[in-house]
């Protein structure tokens, strides 16, 4: 599956779309895939501060539970409350109506330290 060209990518299968100092971060397709039906997500309280790559919740699906990282730092300024109901949301629209949280970005450059889309497509494969 062809990545969407206007996200960045963690290797650990998360994309971030930044819109001036605001990201809005979800779990890519592939993770999302591979996890199976997802039952909770544990997000980051509104407010936090968190680090580029940190650990911040979880993801649990009826496979597995998955730790959860941010692709960038920055402070938490809202979360998907409709995942609290819905959290197969994040299976049905990985890039859309299931994304995770919005950070508002500490350090722009931390962008360099992401990849691609070809570069994570290159590195998502089953």
Not at 46 to 75: H, M
């Amino acid at each position: 599956m062809a990545q969407p060209a206007d996200l960045l990518y963690s290797k650990e299968h998360e994309w971030v779309k930044i819109d001036g100092d605001v990201a809005t971060v979800g779990i890519t397709d592939y993770a999302q895939n591979s996890l199976g039906d997802i039952v909770y997500v544990e997000l980051p309280k509104v407010g936090k501060k968190i680090d580029q790559f940190g650990n911040i919740g979880v993801v649990e699906s009826v496979k597995a539970v998955s730790d959860l990282f941010t692709p960038i730092g920055g402070e938490v300024i809202e979360v998907n409350a409709g995942l609290d109901a819905d959290p197969a949301a994040v299976n049905r629209e990985p890039y859309g109506a299931g994304w995770l949280f919005k950070v508002k970005v500490a350090d722009p450059s931390q962008k360099s330290n992401l990849l691609s889309p070809s570069d994570y497509e290159a590195i998502a494969v089953d």
